[in-house]
């Protein structure tokens, strides 16, 4: 199911983690590094209450805003001129950019937060706005005047909390499948109806594939190593990742089913082997199995269709996900938020902090820099705006985002504190059983003993 974007990629979700080794057990120290975060931001309670005011403006009236965000060198760029043109319109407000990749993203945030030394405005991931939010790390963003009546609406809820509004979308994606005709038509094997398939057909053409394509070639890439996959399944079968009250949403029996599937995806070698997911997890988005032809379907986000296509050098198709019944409106599907715009609860300037948020959602000079980099523009008027300028293969995930708009499920419960830890966890069980050093059933009690202690600490 959906992958994370590799950091060569300068994708739109964050990078993965190196996937757990088949012989080892690695992956705890991601998670202990994972609750290290959350700790390290919770020590900002311990310095001051949340809530940042204004401070007085320099002698001459200009005002220095601090902002950070991850990605690679194209983000950069882009951003950079999003931010020339902020600054062009607001002569007397300054951006000062810091940016990094994701490796050492959190670490740094995590100590800047509990130094009271925080950037102004912050590129979040959702995994982490109710860590930072709950901690009162971020600011209401509703009472700053940002205009969000252009925002999808489920998008925009991923964003509040008891706290407020503390974080706005910067993009948005669905989980989706992408498929590689060519390999499809080598094998004779036609692409399916994505609107009425289901997970046995899905299983059934995978296996067909890799039954009649050159060895070391499989009809898709295997799923597990992402939560959000596990979100889809889950919401197939009326559970959900988490719940409103932060809480997992689902038993230990609903994520050994999970992995029962897989496992017999396995079997029937629509998928690669145990040792080759493990390796392709650990593998640059310009080497994954969809990239280099070596699979025919693989789990992706939408917004990570342009990179794959262009490291394929051929056409992608994007696919609905099958459902257990054959409708298109049973997927169960969601707009995601890419990453939010959030600004400190100790920004010394909130009111030109929101601004600057507001010009990058609202202003179309910021969508004409931007673009798609991070995912399908959120705001529906700057998005009409820039269809002229975008990629082909970026206009096509445009194009998918809008055709599922009416079959979209509720937009799932957003992540609780200590939710970054989730992947890792679901990687390194998903591991255990495809090398069959656990039963689906002990993989599925573990896993969430684990999970729970994550979200509770």
């Known amino acids: 199911m959906p992958r994370s974007p590799r950091p060569a990629a300068s994708a739109h979700q964050p990078p993965r983690a190196p996937a757990p080794g088949a012989p080892r057990r690695p992956g705890k120290g991601r998670v202990r590094w994972a609750i290290a975060v959350a700790a390290a931001t919770a020590a900002v309670l311990a310095l001051s209450a949340c809530g940042g005011g204004a401070a007085p403006k320099s002698a001459d009236g200009k005002v220095e805003l601090r902002f950070t965000w991850w990605g690679g060198d194209k983000r950069a760029q882009l951003t950079q001129a999003a931010i020339a043109a902020f600054e062009a319109e607001n002569p007397n407000i300054t951006v000062k950019p810091e940016f990094g990749d994701w490796s050492g993203y959190w670490d740094k945030l995590a100590t800047q937060t509990a130094a009271n030394d925080a950037p102004d405005v912050i590129q979040v991931d959702e995994k982490y706005i109710t860590e930072y939010s709950s901690r009162g ?12 009546s252009k925002l999808d609406e489920a998008a925009l809820n991923a964003g509040r909390s008891d706290k407020g509004l503390t974080g706005i979308a910067a ?21 399916p109806d994505d609107s009425t398939w289901t997970w046995e057909d899905f299983g059934r053409i995978a296996a067909d594939i890799t039954a009649k394509s050159p060895k070391g070639t499989y009809g898709s890439a295997a799923y597990g190593t992402d939560e959000a996959s596990l979100g889809v399944w889950l919401r197939q079968n009326g559970k959900s990742l988490y719940t409103t009250d932060g809480k997992l949403g689902f038993e230990p029996a609903d994520i050994a089913g999970w992995w029962a ?20 997890d650990a593998a640059p988005l310009d080497q994954s199995g969809l990239a280099t032809g070596k699979n025919a379907m693989a789990f992706w986000w939408s917004n990570q269709a342009p990179a794959l296509e262009k490291a394929s050098g051929g056409d992608l198709k994007i696919l609905r996900f099958p459902s257990k019944a054959g409708a298109a409106d049973e997927a169960k599907l969601w707009y995601k938020a890419s990453q939010f715009w959030s600004a400190s609860s100790r920004t010394k300037h909130p009111q030109e902090a929101a601004k600057f948020i507001d010009f990058l959602t609202n202003n179309v000079k910021a969508g004409e820099a931007l673009l798609a980099d991070r995912g399908v523009y959120p705001n529906s008027d700057v998005r009409a705006a820039i269809a002229p300028k975008l990629t082909p293969a970026d206009t096509k995930v445009v194009k998918f985002i809008d055709e599922i708009k009416d079959e979209l499920g509720e937009a799932p419960a957003p992540p609780p504190k200590g939710a970054g830890a989730i992947q890792e966890i679901i990687k390194r069980y998903t591991s255990e059983v495809l090398f069959e050093r656990l039963s689906t059933d ?11 202690t994550a979200i509770r600490s």
């Open 171 to 191: 993009g948005i994606n669905a989980a989706t499948i992408l498929a590689n005709p060519a390999v499809f038509q080598a094998a004779g094997v036609p692409l």
């Open 261 to 280: 599937f897989l496992k017999q995806l396995s079997q029937n070698k629509a998928v690669p082997p145990a040792a080759e997911v493990v390796e392709a």
């Open 137 to 148: 790390a971020l600011l209401d963003l509703s009472k700053y005047g940002i205009d969000t």
């Open 442 to 452: 002990e993989a599925g009690k573990k896993a969430t003993d684990e999970m729970k």
